[in-house]
């Protein structure tokens, strides 16, 4: 049998002799975000912290000496491009993706400029990198070479987009701007494809130490992609290993020093807030991170809730499918007279003007709800918010809201909803409800009672179910049989 091995990067750029950028830092980055480097070194630059002393591009004849090593082990699941300091980089570049048997995940990083001044990239090749752009899965300019690339200053937001836009429109797949420097509060960056379009905020963090900014993001999206995440969920992923690797960067000597990712990114704090425009509000929403939600039925109609929560449930949601107008109203009033009685937390799906008008505890929306629905109007009534995510595209949309609590799914395969999704299975779930330590977690898609011991012994707050209760025969002797499985495998805090 073949052995399957680790996913391949390469890492198509130029060698920093002092280890500060270029392609060491795309190595380590490649490395500890799980994939192989490979590297197609396309200059030898002399450079320190100070200054660049000397760029040696590679020869024709190198490059394609060590092109012809490398696809003899076969085709990169990702290419990461940066440095490109002649026309022979560029050409056999092109020509190599146009041969390749499929087409390849390339994340181009364009090395124009140094900080210091220096100008990396060639004027010819500046005036022929629009032939690679078609070539492009994502294309990561800073502002200053967005400018430069599109022929006018940048002095706002809207100069930013529209600039993306038109790189997009000149064949790349998607282009993300790196505004690291555009504001003092904030490091945003902007992304744009054929289908979505967003901003990406993070804190900005207080260091010298910030050599290689550009290549541990562009790496990092590249080996996310070799991954086979997707491309918005690549570059939430870049985000995070770059804020990871900021937080752990550290100097050499007296000099500044470079960024350094050393793991996957398992913090909080890493992770953007994303938002459909540059300017973005912070909600608040009642907390219920102290509060455990257990074993959590979503369920129909309201006739469910008298008959659930008299077992002890204390929370549950009503997501209604069929009805509408008054007979809707009616449904949900019914539901939310119930659940006061109990003294339980009930959610209703979707219905956001009707649960805010009869004063529910609280909403849950699914990711295709957040663009309708109003979210400064649920925030104001003082209603909780639960979101549902699948991915980190997903996960970092709703932490620029900061709802009460987060849905991960579907954990295993479920045929209560068609879903794109692959299942997170038990250990992603895990890693969810460890990073995401602001939020309480709710599992959902697919448990039954033969798997919700181990979801509980993930620690999470809610196990969310719709058909394991509901079209079973005798649901009460489920339910009484889950809420002990779940007290008896929760861990112990």
């Not at 030898?44 to 200054?51: G, I, K, L, M, P």
């Not at 706002?156 to 064949?171: M, P, R």
């Not at 804020?243 to 000597?253: F, K, M, P, T």
């Not at 039925?297 to 929370?315: C, F, M, N, Q, Y």
Request: proline letters at 4%; a negative charge.
């Amino acid at each position: 049998m073949k052995v399957k091995g680790k996913p391949v990067v390469w890492s198509y750029a130029g060698l920093d002799n002092s280890g500060l950028a270029g392609q060491i830092a795309d190595v380590r980055t490649i490395q500890a975000l799980g994939a192989h480097s490979c590297c197609v070194t396309t200059a030898v630059t002399a450079q320190n912290s100070q200054r660049v002393v000397a760029i040696n591009p590679s020869t024709k004849q190198q490059l394609e000496s060590q092109l012809t090593s490398l696809q003899e082990l076969g085709q990169p699941n990702a290419i990461k491009v940066g440095l490109l300091p002649s026309e022979d980089s560029l050409q056999l570049l092109i020509a190599f993706l146009e041969q390749a048997e499929k087409p390849i995940k390339l994340i181009l990083d364009p090395v124009i400029e140094s900080s210091s001044g220096t100008q990396f990239m060639p004027e010819d090749v500046i005036e022929q990198l629009q032939r690679l752009l078609p070539l492009v899965t994502v294309f990561t300019p800073n502002i200053n070479e967005l400018a430069r690339l599109a022929g006018q200053k940048i002095n706002s937001v809207e100069d930013i987009e529209n600039q993306a836009k038109t790189l997009l429109a000149s064949g790349a797949s998607a282009v993300l701007v790196k505004g690291g420097h555009w504001s003092s509060e904030q490091a945003s960056d902007f992304f744009v494809d054929g289908q979505h379009q967003f901003w990406m905020h993070s804190d900005r963090q207080e260091t010298d130490n910030t050599r290689g900014t550009g290549c541990v993001l562009s790496s990092a999206i590249a080996t996310a992609l070799a991954l086979d995440y997707s491309v918005e969920d690549a570059v939430v992923i870049g985000k995070m290993a770059l804020n990871h690797g900021l937080r752990n960067s550290y100097a050499v000597g007296d000099d500044k020093g470079p960024l350094a990712v050393q793991s996957w990114p398992t913090d909080e704090q890493d992770m953007p807030r994303l938002t459909k425009q540059y300017a973005f509000n912070r909600f608040h929403f009642p907390s219920l991170k102290n509060q455990t939600l257990d074993l959590y039925p979503v369920v129909d109609s309201a006739k469910w809730l008298e008959r659930l929560l008299a077992l002890g449930i204390s929370t549950i949601q009503l997501r209604v499918k069929d009805l509408q107008g008054e007979d809707l109203e009616y449904e949900i009033i019914t539901a939310i007279e119930t659940a006061k009685q109990y003294g339980a937390r009930l959610f209703i799906n979707d219905y956001w003007q009707l649960a805010i008008k009869h004063g529910a505890f609280g909403i849950h929306l699914g990711q295709e709800d957040l663009d309708d629905a109003d979210i400064a109007a649920i925030s104001e009534a003082g209603l909780h918010l639960g979101i549902s995510t699948h991915c980190f595209y997903e996960v970092a949309r709703a932490h620029a809201i900061q709802p009460s609590y987060l849905a991960c799914g579907p954990v295993y395969h479920t045929d209560s909803k068609q879903m794109p999704w692959i299942p997170h299975g038990i250990e992603n779930l895990g890693y969810w409800n460890n990073l995401m330590q602001s939020y309480p977690w709710v599992a959902i898609g697919g448990i039954n009672a033969d798997r919700i011991a181990e979801v509980a012994s993930t620690g999470v707050s809610g196990i969310a179910m719709i058909s394991a209760i509901t079209k079973v025969q005798d649901p009460e002797q489920i339910v009484n049989n889950m809420m002990q499985l779940i007290e008896q495998h929760r861990p112990v805090v």
